[in-house]
């Protein structure tokens, strides 16, 4: 499976913004999707995963309550909603996904290339 996400931007603290991730392949229903993400001179941490069907979702501590993960199998698409972000919350966003995964915890064998969220003061 290829992924494409997007969505990314500049934004002020305490707004939101939509990324989304973007499959090919017929066999997306199949597969658990995730995000993570990457600060600068940070290691890649777990952000949200999403089960295959949709009615199952994890998160990270530290985003728990403000983002939102969700899919939508008809178009092959993962959405993460961000909320309320905070100057923390700047980094690389990646999607990721594995069909061979649970989400407690998730690993991914497959990733997109990034989309750059920056959050300001």
């Known amino acids: 499976v290829q992924l494409q996400a997007s969505g990314g931007g500049v934004v002020q603290a305490g707004g939101s913004l939509r990324l989304s991730c973007a499959a090919s392949?017929?066999?997306?229903?199949?597969?658990?999707m995730g995000w993570f993400r990457q600060a600068p001179g940070k290691e890649r941490e777990f952000v949200a995963a999403i089960n295959w069907s949709g009615d199952n979702t994890n998160y990270a501590y530290s985003v728990k309550g403000r983002f939102s993960i969700s899919r939508d199998n008809a178009k092959n698409t993962v959405y993460l909603q961000m909320n309320s972000l905070k100057p923390e919350d700047t980094a690389v966003y990646y999607c990721?996904?594995?069909?061979?995964?649970?989400?407690?915890?998730?690993?991914?064998?497959?990733w997109g290339q990034g989309t750059k969220v920056t959050v300001s003061s």
């Open positions: 990721a996904a594995d069909r061979d995964s649970g989400i407690y915890p998730f690993s991914a064998k497959y």
């Open positions: 392949g017929r066999t997306f229903s199949s597969y658990a």
